[in-house]
């Protein structure tokens, strides 16, 4: 059973950077996509991006694309968030995930790590 573990939430003020790791452990991405969702305090979680572990295919929320970008390193099992120009309407807890690829209405993320939490404030 695959487990995803992220880390590299934090504190950061608006404007500032993050980046945010998910590594697997106890099976892999191969032949799957990764993903990033986040869920603030009452609201429903969202998708932010994604990422196909075999080609590096990517795809992104339309209201992020420009300011987070998604990558991987094969060889560490590891998957990136990077956040830029962050707002303090991006605290969030950020989550990853293991799907059956790339856009999630159409395929399952049914593995998720237990979530980093980032919050953008002064």
């Known amino acids: 059973q695959v487990q995803l573990v992220e880390s590299g939430g934090g504190l950061v003020q608006p404007g500032g950077s993050l980046r945010l790791s998910c590594t697997a452990s106890?099976?892999?991405?191969?032949?799957?996509?990764m993903g990033w969702f986040r869920q603030a305090p009452r609201k429903e979680r969202q998708f932010v991006a994604s990422?196909?572990?075999?080609?590096?295919?990517?795809y992104y929320a339309d209201d992020l694309k420009g300011r987070f970008t998604i990558s991987k390193n094969n060889a560490e099992n590891t998957g990136y968030l990077q956040m830029s120009t962050l707002k303090p309407e991006d605290t969030a807890t950020y989550y990853c995930?293991?799907?059956?690829?790339?856009?999630?209405?159409?395929?399952?993320?049914?593995?998720y790590g237990q979530g980093t939490q980032v919050t953008v404030s002064s």
């Open positions: 990422i196909a572990w075999n080609d590096g295919t990517t």
């Open positions: 995930a293991r799907g059956a690829g790339l856009i999630p209405t159409l395929f399952e993320y049914d593995t």
């Open positions: 106890g099976g892999t991405f191969d032949a799957w996509a």
